[in-house]
């Protein structure tokens, strides 16, 4: 394997070892100790770093204390593939289709099909809402039960409901499907009774485009 010292440089110390970092864990997960040899760093640097890529998300670490790539980067592949499936969410409910996704102590609006009704649900992409915040789309990406569905009535904001589906990535959460929409239009039994299934199916579907990532 390629050294540090190997790669081409760019002036820029940290960000040429984390670079070095990632390219072997892409190719053969390891712990820290191995990851130090392999990049020819030092092993407290190399603890230090992979440490905090991991407190970032580059950089996941398994029940073996192996480094994969991190679900920063699954979220963003999720992104991509989003709008057509939230598009065709909103096209078979009338309502505004969401992907959050976890940003530390924050859930950001990665992608929105916004409803076409003139009273709607309305969350621009890189909107930002702590995940203390109530809302469907927090609990889903706080969830770590077997739970997948969580829905919400006049929580955040009175009048709006929502229903949100985890989607996950090697056992944990990495974006929430969320669907969202004024409470006079959805039945009594809830948004979960009426959508849950739904919302469900599109975090499916994302959870499979992630799958032989």
């Known amino acids: 394997m390629c050294s540090v010292a190997d790669r081409e440089a760019t002036g820029v110390g940290v960000l040429d070892r984390v670079m070095a970092i990632l390219d072997v864990v892409e190719a053969n997960p390891m712990g820290a100790s191995e ?50 499936v939230l598009e065709e969410l909103r096209a078979k409910t009338g309502e505004t289709a969401q992907l959050w996704v976890r940003r530390g102590d924050d859930r950001l609006c990665v992608v929105c099909a916004e409803s076409t009704e003139e009273l709607r649900a309305s969350l621009p992409v890189g909107t930002v809402l702590p995940l203390s915040a109530k809302g469907s789309a927090a609990k889903a990406l706080l969830a770590d039960t077997g739970e997948r569905v969580f829905e919400s009535v006049s929580e955040r904001t009175p009048g709006l409901c929502s229903v ?34 739904l919302v469900e199916q599109v975090a499916d579907q994302l959870e499979g485009a992630l799958r032989y990532r």
């Open 35 to 84: 990851l130090a040899r392999a990049v020819g760093l030092s092993v407290p640097t190399a603890h230090r770093l992979v440490t905090a890529m991991v407190k970032h998300g580059l950089l996941q670490r398994d029940a073996d204390a192996r480094h994969h790539l991190g679900p920063r980067f699954a979220s963003s592949a999720v992104t991509v593939a989003a709008l057509p």
């Open 164 to 197: 949100s589906a985890g989607v996950r990535f090697r056992g944990a959460v990495i974006a929430a499907v969320c669907l969202a929409a004024p409470v006079f239009r959805v039945r009594e039994d809830g948004p979960a009774a009426q959508y849950g299934e």
